[in-house]
């Protein structure tokens, strides 16, 4: 079955280019103008994953907006904000509120591709395997790479997809330090290093939400991030 994709975009030859490369590879791509017929159409059933403006017509922040709702929705839903902001406050509020990458329009087509299947690519190998080894138990850290969810010491932690693939990285090898490279590598995403750094700020900060005393994932300077042993 193909998959979905909504693409929020109020100008109108943009969205039509940006949808037409998304079907020329087989996605089925849903257009939608503004916020509002995105957030209706969008709560009656959930794509596989979406692209959306920050500016979205007379709503200067209608992106982050939608972006909230979409994420309360579904904490693993992949999304991407594609816009003409480049300001490192809108990178890190995109980041902040829970997507998974932050591009903007002067990136080819074929980046924008690359990194629509790059997410879906980590979606299918977190879901490929199957039976006990799904479950991975390291001290207070439950992963389950099937469902897509985390708890810390029986408390559910919700984390998006990139974040996801991050935790996972970091815990494979408990005490091991990972460099922003290698995260990325592991994460499938190619970004700089203060995207790198604003996700594992915002991971550290969910799991601080559910217990204060949170300590496991450790900055070591000059090098990159370590879970704790």
């Known amino acids: 079955m193909s998959r979905r994709i909504a693409l929020i975009e109020d100008e109108g030859a943009i969205r039509e280019n940006y949808a037409a490369a998304l079907r020329r590879v087989g996605y089925t791509v849903e257009p939608f103008p503004d916020r509002k017929s995105a957030s209706v159409a969008l709560k009656r059933r959930l794509p596989d ?3 959306i403006d920050i500016g979205l017509g007379d709503e200067a922040e209608g992106g982050f907006d939608l972006c909230r709702e979409l994420r309360a929705a579904s904490p693993s839903l992949p999304i991407i904000f594609l816009t003409a902001r480049d300001g490192d406050f809108d990178v890190i509020s995109g980041l902040r509120l829970g997507a998974d990458d932050y591009l903007t329009k002067d990136v080819s087509q074929p980046q924008v591709l690359a ?3 790059a997410l879906f690519r ?3 190998a977190l879901r490929s395997d199957a039976g006990p080894a799904e479950v ?3 001290g207070d850290l439950t992963l389950d790479r099937n469902a897509l969810t985390v708890a810390w010491k029986g408390t559910k932690i919700e984390l998006t ?4 693939w991050m935790v996972s990285s970091l815990v494979r090898v408990p005490g091991h330090v990972k460099n922003r490279e290698q995260l990325m590598r592991d994460a ?3 970004v700089d290093d203060g995207t790198v750094t604003s996700h594992i700020k915002r991971v550290r900060r969910k799991f601080e ?6 300590n496991r994932i450790e900055t070591i300077y000059g090098m990159g991030y370590r879970w704790k042993a």
């Open 49 to 51: 994953l979406v692209i």
């Open 115 to 117: 990194r629509v299947a």
């Open 122 to 124: 980590r979606m299918d």
């Open 136 to 138: 991975h138990t390291v």
């Open 161 to 164: 997809l990139t974040e996801f």
């Open 188 to 190: 499938d995403i190619f």
């Open 209 to 214: 939400d559910a217990d204060r005393e949170f």
